[in-house]
């Protein structure tokens, strides 16, 4: 075990000696150092945190108290109006179109939040779904298909907004301000092809290549179309906001003219997936700890659960990494289980029942939904403990 990884496991476990696995840390330091090093790369456009990526409202305000991050990028339309109602944020963008009746009702009859929060549209049949009410003006962002499409039936990135060329987007511009009511403040857009893709997935070279190569074609085509956007919307509304980007993407898309802000949240937390980025990679900052409780072999430690697996496609890159202690590996025929998971490895053979294994989640805010609460570590202890979204008694999906 390398000094660096031992001195953490050791850190760690004396830090959390009085608790039980299962449980979640949070290194503040590897924390704020993400934060910082976000920063940095944004080149002086404002970021803003994406609340999934988190989904622990301290946390969030504390990103939010470091200048340079500004506002919130929520996932759900009612979780955009807890966050208002709490004082979490005045400034929060719902990344994703809503169907939610009560939460639009809630929206269109109170004008503080109208004024906190912008809806996300990519047709004008979601606007019919919100209640119209005297003197409150919803505020409406639009959102651009940021995917990549060299070929007619070729698609590289994600399938969410029909908004794709400028003039799709000019034309719902268009639609939108000429409803009462309803005024577009924003535009935003998801490299996910750039962000979400690691360009250096670790023994895959041949999937590396075909990434980079992906990444250096669609860049260009995003920038010219997304100004071209830009300048079709902004003929029919005074545009606030341009939002883009993601973790893997800050440099690149705060460079791009036409963006005024970047969303970033993964690299906060640091997960596992982001080991295959070669511009910048965040110190893992996050873990969850389950105990060692058998060992089939002299080879073999298991754990008792672990098997925290991540959203998308079903692959072993949504399973949790074993981290600490170093010189641990999942075995194929098991993976990551609900009730066990069975390690092998070096780092395998030293561990005794009672020990403690800390693995990182694929993703980064998927982890709170495991637990209804997060321990803050600096040095080695525990110096305050916070509630997720769950352990606050909230689950918006």
Known sequence: MSSERSALWTRYNRATADLDPPFAIVDLDAFDANSGALLARAAGKPLRVPSKSVRVRALIERTLARPG???????TLAEA??????????????????????????????EKLAAAITIMVDSPEQLDLVPRTDGITVRVCIDLDASWRPLAKVHIGVRRSPVHSPKQAGDLAAAIAARPGFRVVGVMSYEAQIAGLGDAPPGR????ALIRAIQARSMPELLARRAAVVAAVSRHAELEFVN?????????????????????????????????????????????????????NADTATTLGGGWIASGETAPTRQPLPWLPEGLK?????????????????????????????FRHSKAGELCEHVNEVHLVQGDRIVETVPTYRGEGRAFL
């Open 330 to 358: 999942l075995i194929g025929t098991e993976g990551a289980g609900e009730v066990q998971t069975p390690l092998v490895g070096p780092g395998a053979r030293g561990l005794r029942v009672g020990d403690r294994v800390y």
């Open 81 to 110: 109006v807890w966050l208002a109602e709490h004082g979490t944020a005045d400034d929060i963008l719902v990344a994703y179109p809503t169907a939610d009746r009560a939460a639009l009702r809630r929206l269109a009859s109170d």
């Open 205 to 208: 070279p041949v999937r590396g």
């Open 244 to 296: 883009g980007g993601g973790t893997g993407s800050v440099a690149a898309t705060a460079a791009d003219p036409a963006v005024t802000e970047v969303a970033a949240g993964s690299g906060l937390f640091g997960p596992w997936l982001f080991d295959g980025y070669r511009n910048w990679r965040p110190q893992p900052a996050a873990f969850f700890a389950m105990s060692v409780v058998r060992r089939p």
């Open 69 to 75: 991050w500004h506002g919130i990028m929520a996932f």
